[in-house]
């Protein structure tokens, strides 16, 4: 059944114009400039009103300052982060502790963390890591079987062996095959996305998803809150529900001040009868195809993986969808049969990354790879705001004789992150890391291939957001066929870039240098 048999039945889902409520809300960087604003205000009134007491405050403030210093120093906080709550303490001595303690409270998502941490101990266990496969990978290689240890460790991300891996080196490659993949589904279908926009591409696969509903296939979808903010009606969720879809949204954007803004789902999955999976950069609009233009051309990467590893990726979304259930039928979907590729070689480790921990999975799987690198390190991403530590592992690589090679955009979609990434470049290339922008447009692909051997695709960009606050995903490849092809992808994809040098750096806009440079005192707050 179309789309348009729906709305001769009175249910209209993608009314133009109908977007969600816009709510007030507040991150940590708007919180800072309200709280500036309100500090000028209060001083300028203790000048007014309170003049006799002025050395007393100003005593007062300078001892509040100190102690809170003292206590940054000594915190267990990212090094980067303390420099910028240092500055805003220093800025706002009084209001910038409130808010320093505001958002070290978790406000807005102790229970949510309480709810993750419960998930994940009580289905870890559901998918068991095969004692031959890591005693196979120990004997080939025992530094990524010591990786592969952690991974599992932090989260019930097994190592697999059995799965077959297609790489996509464009949203339109996968978008084809997803389609193909979507008709042939007989018992469920999940989808997680961060973005799920009206156009052709989600049209398509509405078609195929209520089709699919009204066989009796379960289809779920999830997406982000702030997808519902900007993009979809509110009622959304309501008129799926109509086609027989079940739909959630996670963290709905709420009028009201709370640090969960901060935690978004990021993470972009589709499983199809625990056999296939989907898994990348590209969300569920027209721009990830290149149907509509936004920002030059646009590229981006994907991976479909066919046995064994399928099942981490269903157990990682019914986790997520399972956050307000009681009551999920985990063993039932691990249940369905994964058909395993026995051809297939190398090992494949699909793992996610969540921000109510102090694991940062992600970060720690890129570092991995940078220290252990011998002959090469390419990664795509497309924003550069890096922190003390990924900075360091990405210059000691290139240090130590290892070809580190950074593709960014040409042409970006964010004027702040833009300029952030070229704070990064001066001391990037004075190391020996080589620097190239996309010249057709924007890169949106979240890629790291080393040495032949190992790479991952996924969702995870070298910024704060991705390592830090959002939940995340990836798929961890070694000596997965498809490697090859993603070096392949990775070189034709340079020969349409530009070169950065020194010189280039020195010719930047002043505006762009500027902005970077005031912004990334507060980066970590972005």
């Known amino acids: ?140 290689n025992p530094s990524v079987a010591a990786l592969a240890h952690y991974m599992n460790k932090r989260g019930c991300h097994p190592v697999f062996e059995n799965t077959e891996v297609t790489y996509f080196p464009l949203g339109e490659n996968k978008f084809d095959e997803m389609l193909r993949q979507l008709e042939a589904a007989k018992h469920f279908i999940f989808m997680e996305y961060f973005i799920v926009s009206e156009g052709l591409m989600w049209g398509k696969v509405l078609e195929i998803l209520a089709k699919k509903a009204a066989e009796g296939v379960d289809v779920r979808i999830m997406y982000d809150g702030t997808c519902e903010f900007a993009l979809l009606p509110r009622d959304y969720p309501k008129r799926l529900k109509a086609l027989g879809i079940h739909c959630k949204v996670f963290a709905p954007v709420s009028p009201f001040v709370s640090t969960c803004y901060n935690y978004r789902d990021h993470r972009k999955i589709l499983v199809i009868d625990g056999h296939t999976a989907f898994n990348g950069g590209i969300n569920l609009a027209d721009e990830y195809i290149n149907e509509k233009i936004k920002f030059g051309h646009w590229k981006d990467t994907a991976v479909m993986l066919k046995g064994d590893a399928v099942k981490s990726f269903t157990l990682m979304f019914l986790q997520m969808w399972g956050i307000d259930e009681r009551q999920e039928q985990y063993a039932l979907f691990l249940s369905y049969p994964s058909l395993p590729v026995k051809e297939a070689a190398g090992y494949v480790i699909p793992y996610g990354d969540c921000p109510l921990n102090n694991d940062k999975l992600g970060e720690r ?162």
């Open 1 to 140: 059944m179309m789309i348009a048999d729906y709305k001769d039945r009175g249910i209209t889902l993608l009314k133009k114009g109908q977007k969600g409520i816009i709510h007030a809300i507040f991150s940590r960087f708007g919180l800072i400039l309200l709280l500036l604003v309100v500090q000028v205000l209060i001083l300028f009134s203790i000048f007014q009103w309170f003049e006799e007491f002025i050395p007393h405050i100003f005593g007062g403030t300078i001892l509040f300052t100190a102690l809170m210093v003292i206590y940054l120093l000594n915190s267990q906080i990212n090094p980067t982060a303390k420099i910028t709550w240092l500055i805003v303490i220093m800025l706002l001595p009084v209001f910038g502790v409130f808010l320093f303690l505001y958002t070290q409270s978790d406000i807005g998502h102790r229970v949510l963390k309480k709810r993750i941490n419960q998930i994940i101990t009580n289905t870890k266990e559901n998918i068991q890591q095969s004692n031959d496969v890591i005693q196979h990978l120990k004997k080939e």
């Open 365 to 526: 799987v890129y570092m991995d790879m940078l220290n252990r690198s011998v002959s090469y390190v390419h990664m795509m991403t497309p924003y550069l705001i890096l922190d003390g530590e990924m900075e360091t592992a990405i210059k000691f690589a290139a240090e130590r004789g290892v070809e580190v090679v950074l593709l960014l955009p040409g042409i970006p979609d964010k004027a702040i992150p833009y300029a952030l990434a070229k704070t990064h470049y001066a001391s990037l290339l004075k190391s020996g890391v080589k620097i190239y922008e996309y010249t057709p447009g924007f890169v949106h692909a979240k890629v790291f291939v080393s040495d032949s051997k190992e790479a991952v695709v996924g969702t995870i960009n070298l910024d704060y957001r991705s390592l830090y606050h959002h939940f995340e995903c990836a798929t961890y490849l070694y000596h997965v066929d498809c490697i090859g092809e993603i070096e392949a992808d990775f070189q034709d994809t340079l020969t349409k870039c530009r070169r950065i040098t020194m010189q280039t750096v020195r010719k930047e806009k002043w505006t762009v240098k500027l902005t970077g440079y005031l912004m990334k005192v507060i980066a970590p707050l972005l």
